[in-house]
């Protein structure tokens, strides 16, 4: 599957923004999804993820109550709203598919190329 993530951008502190991530190529709702990042000059982290339906949301402690993540099986897209941005949560964010409920990178397949998020203080 190809994954096409957009949206990202710079944003004020306590700012909002929402990432897509368009799929294309294999049968969408056969895959979890989940949301990563990276910061420069540290390890790719998990951020959330969502089962096939969409049923099931699991998030990182550092970003529950603020993100929310959702798909829309019909249009092969998953969402990230992101709420009151902190400077910290400025990264590279990948989109990703896999097959199992997760949160480890390794069990994610295909990945997208990443859209920069950076919030200012």
């Known amino acids: 599957v190809q994954l096409q993530a957009s949206g990202g951008g710079l944003v004020q502190a306590g700012g909002s923004l929402r990432l897509s991530c368009a799929a294309s190529?294999?049968?969408?709702?056969?895959?979890?999804m989940g949301w990563f990042r990276q910061a420069p000059g540290k390890e790719r982290e998990f951020v959330a993820m969502?089962?096939?339906?969409?049923?099931?949301?699991r998030y990182a402690d550092s970003v529950k109550g603020r993100f929310s993540i959702s798909r829309d099986n019909a249009k092969n897209t998953v969402y990230l709203q992101m709420n009151s941005l902190k400077p910290e949560d400025t990264a590279v964010y990948y989109c990703?598919?896999?097959?199992?409920?997760?949160?480890?990178?390794?069990?994610?397949?295909?990945w997208g190329q990443g859209t920069q998020v950076t919030v200012s203080s």
């Open positions: 990703a598919a896999g097959p199992q409920f997760r949160e480890l990178t390794e069990q994610y397949n295909y």
């Open positions: 969502i089962s096939w339906s969409g049923g099931s949301t």
């Open positions: 190529g294999r049968t969408f709702s056969n895959y979890v």
